[in-house]
């Protein structure tokens, strides 16, 4: 019998469907299923297995998460347009209690005031935004690094 790989959840928000055809100047021309092969592949180069989810209804979102509670090791997520505005999403995250990358694939900081808040940043180990779909590659790298320290430390 083989050892199961560890995980990573990795849940996409609202509109990310879009990516690649949606307003291309701010999100590029990348698709979806272009950031889950970019990200499935550096996982799987670190030994890791993705599961990878993207839902425009945030309780499917919620429900998504739950079910990576005590399954998934570390958990990336791009929001989208629940970044702001979301603290039912901010509250799962916590309850799920695993380590998490916020990934945005345009640069928030430099878009409309009201996207400069984010709930999830709020307890998120890292926040990457503004790289492109590579901000997944930086984020899987970092969780994976993340989780090996803090494995050390125990």
Request: aromatic share 8%; with cysteine; glycine share 8%.
């Amino acid at each position: 019998m083989t050892a199961q790989r560890p995980s990573i959840l990795v849940v996409n928000g609202p509109n990310l469907n879009l990516l690649g055809l949606r307003e291309p100047r701010i999100y590029g021309h990348d698709t979806l299923a272009d950031v889950e092969k970019l990200a499935r592949d550096t996982a799987d180069a670190a030994g890791y297995d993705l599961d990878f989810f993207q839902s425009n209804w945030e309780g499917a979102i919620i429900d998504r998460l739950h079910e990576g509670r005590g399954v998934a090791s570390g958990v990336i997520v791009n929001p989208a347009g629940l970044t702001s505005v979301s603290i039912p999403l901010l509250d799962t995250l916590l309850a799920v209690a695993l380590p998490v990358v916020e990934v945005h694939v345009s640069n928030i900081h430099r878009r409309e005031e009201f996207r400069h808040f984010s709930y999830t940043s709020t307890m998120a180990e890292a926040v990457i935004a503004g790289c492109g779909i590579a901000g997944y590659r930086y984020a899987v790298d970092f969780l994976v690094n993340h989780i090996a320290s803090k494995n050390s430390a125990v």
